[in-house]
DNA sequence: GCCTACTACTTAGTGCTACTTTGTACTGGT
DNA sequence: ACCAGTACAAAGTAGCACTAAGTAGTAGGC
């Protein structure tokens, strides 16, 4: 992965999982494995699960032991009302970021 | 400001002062003053004077000093080629981001 | 029975970046 | 003399993605 990339991602990253978790509940591995799917190529495992904890420590989630039929029982996460909140933060500062960007791109003075 | 203002700077910030420094030569007072002006209200003054050190350091900018009517002579920062060259690195890696994040918030799954 | 591969999570340590705080220095107004 | 505004510098802190290594469970090949 990029330097840039890496950098950029710190912030969004998280914002990232938690717009995956709005959209329905999922376990580490399934995020690790659908991030790379999207492109995130290189996203390394731990830094997933280390952000899982930590939002799970924030109180954004709910987590749940699921049994799996291949390996080690899964934590399944889910998106509660404060994570929800939390999330539409998220928008709401990406939003403010995206469009400075915007014009600065169209060569804003 | 925000932590998640702070967190999404990381990575970003950088892209936004070449981006600016793209339009025209800068310094890092002037830089600040525009920055704060723009919405990033709180942004430090040492944030970008190190940031620009950095980029300084990398190569990315020419830096020339000129005299100020008031107070101490301004560093004034340009673009060079290879600082071009970064920052279009910087809005590939920039779009790429924002794709998938549209996606995200298009309720996709 | 052993080895590999895949699934699934954990943890200690590193590097980078924005922030905080404090300090230096020059000018102009009162 | 004092203070506000201009302009830059530097040391220390916190947070996040990455690296690297490890732990565990299941299934298939030999």
Same sequence: chains 1, 2.
Wanted: hydrophobic content about 40%.
């Amino acid at each position: 992965m990029g330097k840039q990339m890496t950098e950029m991602l710190k912030g969004t990253l998280e914002g990232i999982v938690l717009a995956i978790l709005a959209g329905s509940p999922a376990y580490g591995y399934e995020i690790t494995a659908w991030l790379r799917n999207q492109g995130f190529s290189d996203i390394a495992e731990g830094t997933v699960y280390a952000l899982l904890v930590r939002i799970e420590q924030r109180g954004l989630v709910d987590v749940e032991k699921v049994p799996s039929e291949k390996g080690p029982p899964r934590k399944v996460y889910s998106l509660n009302a404060q994570g929800r909140d939390y999330l539409e933060e998220f928008w709401g500062t990406w939003s403010f970021l995206t469009e400075r960007l915007e014009r600065l791109q169209e060569g804003g003075s």
